[in-house]
């Protein structure tokens, strides 16, 4: 039997890797769902899907109400001015959609991106077997990708679409090194429909083929490409879909460099250095230690490709908000394929000074370093991240979750609802639902805690809405237990 190039038994071996992580990852991120630890994100899209298939196109009145808290002010909310494109631009999420009307609940969006960024790994292992010819390599890379804290943290922080860029960058970088142009320009094109910073990323790899002749073209294309569509989104459409007529998440997290991608550009040419000081800030220098740590010290032997990985994370590096650097949500994963493509360069350029005669002993070193990296970032940064204890913080069913789901199970379908942010993804199956207090006055139903979990209100807040609706003549309680209670609005 003829060998072809890329040996089935080692695919079946990629894919089997990929299942069973797929599997784990969705197990916890579904258990972390039943002990209602996920917040308003998943409920967002989970609404947003839900009210497409029933009507109303990517509507979430739950997000809007979010947007309405914090910014201190009332504004009517409906199903009709309430587009979630208005807010990020991920219509790359409709391919759900078919599997949503199926089976519309939120579990199904922690699945499909348990088993997005599992498959990821898949095209890794591509990658790395074309080019290092060595499946026992290729393999140790994809298991170390597939542990990646990058990996971890996008699927147990709830559900996001920006994570999904994994998939499609990793497609991009495989069909930029294998050539096929016209596969090329589909995956460039799909990862700029995931999210509309996705263009970051796909900017500075273009701006890395730039760097090799025979792929300036394409580099030119792909980085012109991405600074219009990054423009046109954030000026244009999301203005246009969005009620609030702008694009809030330009200056949200804030930046020394400026207040708009305007201002940042004309602060960096009017002070040269003011970049490289606010990007190689000892905080960032710290962050990026351990983002990178699994792909080093081999990712330095590819410095160009390194370089572009680590400028996949601009916008967390430029930001002043300590969130985008904690490591514990989804902001690093953006950046994860394109690290792993500087390892494999890096590997890759190690082989080429390496004598046949000593390569044995040179893949031992390199999956030794491959292996001991990933234990490190381990060994030096799980604390609070993934414990064996309880994969970050992800414990289990107790008395007050059974307690949590008696009031959940207590609303009627289709009636509006204010409530709670954790309660919420269980509740985001209607067209009205909103984040309490918004709406508290005019929801048909108002679901709270009596206890301790009342986030993003103070005690002192929930208890004035607290007497506000027991003394109200326009409401009634409907059902009371020893943590929570439900308001019913009197017609």
Known sequence: MKKTNF????????????????????????????????????????????NTVNGHFMAST?????????????????????????????????????????????ELLLIMQAVVLAGSSIIIF????????????ALAIQFSYLLNLGIITAVLSEFHA????????????????????????????LLLLVQENAAIPALFFGFYLILNQKTRVRGVITAGVSIFCLLFITKLLIPQLSPLKSYM??????????????????????????????????????????????????????????LMSVMTLAPNLISSAGILKSQAMHYEAVGVPYSYFALILGVSNLFK?????????????????????????YKLLTGAKFSPQCVWSCRFYSALDS????????????????????????????????LFPVYFDLADYVVISKGQEIWPLTS????????????????????????????????
């Open 7 to 50: 040996d089935l038994g080692h695919l079946l071996a990629a894919i089997a890797l990929a299942l069973m992580f797929a599997v784990s990852y969705a197990s916890l991120a579904i258990r972390k769902y039943e002990t209602h630890q996920t917040r308003g994100d998943l409920t967002a899209y989970a609404q947003g899907l839900w």
């Open 62 to 106: 739950f997000n809007y109400s979010v947007h309405n808290y914090w910014g201190g002010h009332f504004r009517e909310i409906t199903a009709d001015n309430s587009n979630i494109f208005g807010v990020h631009f991920n219509p790359v999420i409709l391919l759900f959609a078919p599997f949503y009307a199926v089976y519309p609940h939120p």
């Open 126 to 137: 591509k990658i790395a077997d074309d080019r290092l010819k060595n499946k026992l390599l």
């Open 162 to 189: 920006y994570p999904l860029t994994v998939l499609f960058s990793a497609l991009l970088i495989w069909g930029s090194q294998s050539k096929k142009m016209s596969w090329y320009y589909l995956w460039l094109g």
């Open 249 to 306: 998440f330009e200056t949200a997290y804030g930046s020394p460099l400026g207040g708009s991608y305007l201002e940042m550009i004309t602060n960096s040419i009017r002070h040269p250095l003011l970049p490289f000081t606010v990007i190689l800030s000892k905080a960032n220098l710290i962050y990026l230690g351990k983002v990178f740590l699994p792909t080093l010290p081999l990712a330095f032997l590819a410095p160009g490709a390194l």
């Open 353 to 377: 000074f390496i004598k046949p005669n000593q390569k044995r002993w040179a893949d031992f070193v390199v999956l030794f370093l491959i292996l001991g990296a990933v234990l490190t970032q």
């Open 403 to 434: 307690e949590k789901d008696q009031i959940i199970a207590a609303v009627p379908p289709g009636v509006s609802v204010s409530t709670q942010d954790y309660l919420s993804g269980h509740l985001s199956g209607r067209e009205g639902l909103y």
């Open 460 to 491: 002192e807040d929930q208890t004035k809405y607290f007497s506000l609706l027991s003394q109200s003549p326009k409401h009634q309680v409907k059902l009371e237990t020893d943590h929570f209670i439900i308001f019913q609005k009197i017609l």
